[in-house]
Structures are given as C-alpha cells and as structure tokens.
C-alpha cells in the first residue's frame, strides 16, 4: 500500500466493485467522466477484468481512509506510454460524494504523483477535463499541473458544447513539499 497522511493508495478488489460502480454511476459525478454512459455491473468487472488487472498501460488504486481503511474513491495512471514517459491521471472521492476535496483528494493525487515519477519514471502526467469541471480546474494547479492547452467544443454535455482543458506536470516540476505547504501554480 501506498500511504499518504490521511489516505492510504491500494490495489482495487473485487469486493470493491460495487461501491466504485454506484459512485461512478452517480448523475453528479458521471457528467465529468468520459464514459458518460450508466455503466452495469457486467461493464464494470469487464474494466476491472480488461483494464485494472491485464493492461499493462493501466495503474489503477483504491483509494482508503488511513485511519479506517474505508473506501473513499479511485485513481489512477491510464493510457501509460512507456515509450515516451507519459500517463493520464485520474481521481475522484466517491465517500460522501466529495468528487475532489482539500483533504483527500489532494493527499491521494500527490502520492499518485510521487508514484508515477519515482515508482514508474515518468516524465510527464496529463489530465483531460471538461471546462465545466472547476472543482479539478482549481485541484490540478495545486499538485502542480499547468494548463496547457483547450480543444474547443470536444464534449457534448446538458444541452451544450463545452472544451477539454489539458493539464500537465514534468518530473522536474513535481513537489509534494510545495503541495502541502499550500503553494500552486498555473
């Protein structure tokens, strides 16, 4: 396991499933995920099968409370290039519909973040959001992504076009000291 101060980051369980898939299908939530589907148990232990234990592209945790053990969320490195270094990062707090917070969230995305650069050797992390999601617009900064690019009008979504907001963080950028002292950049 992977510990951080108030999470703990461990490998997904079959007998977590259930709790991920009723999170993931939430309205509130979904809308900010790619797969904006409602997904079915059959879909979600296709993914677990297919994606979390057999593609070697894919590095994907539970996250837990530190103290308790309690799931919280997920998150993970997906669409891992290991030619050029690079991962996706993905996050959310499903426990009490949180999505992103200040506490979780943050603990959980550094210590993805120190285990993808340190862990995995990585040279850069990226993130794909909607610009309709600010509470990651306002969560990325503070690990220390910069946003570096829009693609206009890619996700159609309640009535209307929206952008995809690219962030990324290098290796050499990376600083968990910098993170819990509060400090951000963007």
Request: charged share 25%.
């Amino acid at each position: 396991m992977i510990r951080g101060k108030h999470v703990g980051l461990r490998a997904i369980e079959p007998s977590d499933l259930e709790q991920l898939l009723a999170w993931r299908n939430q309205p509130e939530l979904r809308r900010y995920f790619r797969e904006f589907r409602e997904l079915s148990s059959t879909q979600q232990q296709q993914w677990y099968d297919g994606k979390v234990v057999n593609d070697p592209s894919t590095r994907m945790f539970a996250i837990v409370d530190a103290a308790s053990g309690k799931l919280m969320g997920a998150c993970g490195l997906c669409y891992i290039d290991w030619i050029n270094r690079t991962a996706d990062f993905s996050i959310y707090i499903g426990h009490d519909r949180l999505y992103i917070d200040d506490v979780y969230a943050v603990d959980a995305g550094t210590q993805l973040l120190k285990f993808g650069f340190e862990e995995l050797a990585l040279h850069r992390i990226w993130c794909e959001i909607y610009d309709f999601d600010e509470a990651k617009t306002a969560f990325l900064p503070r690990l220390g992504f910069t946003l570096d690019g829009r693609h206009r009008q890619t996700h159609w979504a309640e009535g209307a076009w929206h952008d995809s907001l690219f962030f990324g963080i290098l290796v050499d950028e990376f600083s968990p000291k910098q993170i819990e002292a509060g400090k951000s950049r963007g």
